[in-house]
């Protein structure tokens, strides 16, 4: 299959990239870091003027009725960028769910505010014991596996107390006292809920390749301009073998990544297992990366002052989130031998 991005998709892409770059810098990563309060919403507002929030939303619900796909750069971007907002969570996952399985009155009041930029979605899907940005979510979108039932969960009807992070930009809470009720019910249950989980694996995988991808280029600046020997530490054929496996990894990775982000918004049979690959090629190539990177930065790679643990920590903590290599290889096997 001949497959290619529009030019208008490109184009969003390029825009959304220029978008990070400007609005969360370096600097504001640190900040972030930096920040026990809640995080400031101008970049997320800024996501919204320009329309990327809404690229997953219904044109009738304020958005430009995008898919997965057209999420999918974007998301690269973001990883790129090591953006600290919720994006796989709110849109990619959140919207969509919101859109599927949502009463009319939940999509009526849930889809135009996060379009606006108004609404962050907080999701606790497949057993996840920690959720992002709970003090701020407007909304909850939470899984009941003894009951099979999906809830929406409205801000004030949940607690949410902060832990101990990896990467502090991602700001992970335990959610307590939800209060569940059949007003907060949505449609679909543990069938629904497992599609939206692997969503959001799909997603996160496009997150990573663009960690990888920044890993991947943060190395080849510091090889070509560091000096050994009255030589760049570039030359040296180990350190060349690394890049080359670097770059081969989060290359092959994009491509499954981008393949899933198809299946997965056309529901094709095998958006399931596409979604899985894509997860687990994108957690390994980024483990990769992110050993590889640390390697051929020597000494300097390891302080605080240097940006690269930035990248290594975000790195870091989206390889468990919505699920771990192993437990999605895990999964296709289950798929793959099911009628053995």
């Keep these: ?65 995008g898919d997965l796909t057209d999420l999918a750069l974007v998301l ?55 959720v992002l940005d709970g003090d ?19 801000a004030g009807r949940f607690v949410s107390k902060r832990v101990a992070s990896v990467d502090r930009a991602r700001r992970l809470f335990e959610v307590t006292d939800v209060e569940a009720s059949p007003v907060t019910r949505m449609a679909g249950g543990a069938p629904l809920a497992h599609r939206a989980f692997l969503r959001g694996a799909a997603a996160t995988a496009s997150v990573l390749n663009g960690v990888s991808s920044a890993l991947l280029d943060m190395t080849i600046a510091h090889v070509s301009s560091r000096e050994q020997f009255g030589r760049p530490v570039g030359s040296f054929q180990a350190v060349k073998h690394v890049l ?23 529901d094709l049979p095998d958006a399931a297992s596409a979604a899985s690959v894509a997860k ?34 975000r790195g870091k903590a989206l390889e468990g989130a919505f699920g771990t290599a192993r437990w999605h290889r895990a999964r296709l096997a289950e798929e793959l031998f099911a009628d053995a």
Aim: aromatic share 8%.
């Design 280 to 313: 687990a090629h994108a957690s390994e190539a980024a483990a990769f990366c992110n050993a590889g990177a640390l390697q051929c930065h020597g000494g300097i790679g390891f302080t605080w002052e240097h940006p690269l643990h930035l990248w290594l920590k």
């Design 1 to 65: 299959m001949e497959f290619d991005f529009t030019e208008e998709q490109l184009a969003v892409r390029d825009m959304a990239g220029e978008l990070f770059e400007r609005e969360s810098g370096v600097e504001r990563l640190r900040a972030v870091w930096a920040e026990e309060g809640p995080r400031d919403p101008k970049v997320w507002r800024r996501m919204a003027e320009v329309g990327l929030l809404g690229l997953g939303i219904p044109e009738g619900h304020g958005g430009s009725g």
């Design 136 to 154: 701020v979510a407007s909304v909850l979108l939470v899984e009941d596996p003894e009951r099979g039932e999906l809830h929406a969960v409205p």
């Design 76 to 130: 690269e971007e973001a990883g790129r960028i090591a953006l600290p907002e919720p994006v796989v969570e709110t849109l990619a996952v959140g919207a969509w769910l919101i859109g599927e399985a949502g009463t009319p009155e939940q999509r009526e009041t849930w889809l135009p505010r996060i379009a606006a930029g108004e609404a962050l979605v907080a999701v606790r899907l497949g057993g996840e014991p920690f």
């Design 244 to 266: 080359a496996s670097m770059r081969v990894l989060t290359d092959s990775s994009r491509s499954a990544a981008w393949y899933a982000a198809y299946a997965v918004a056309r």
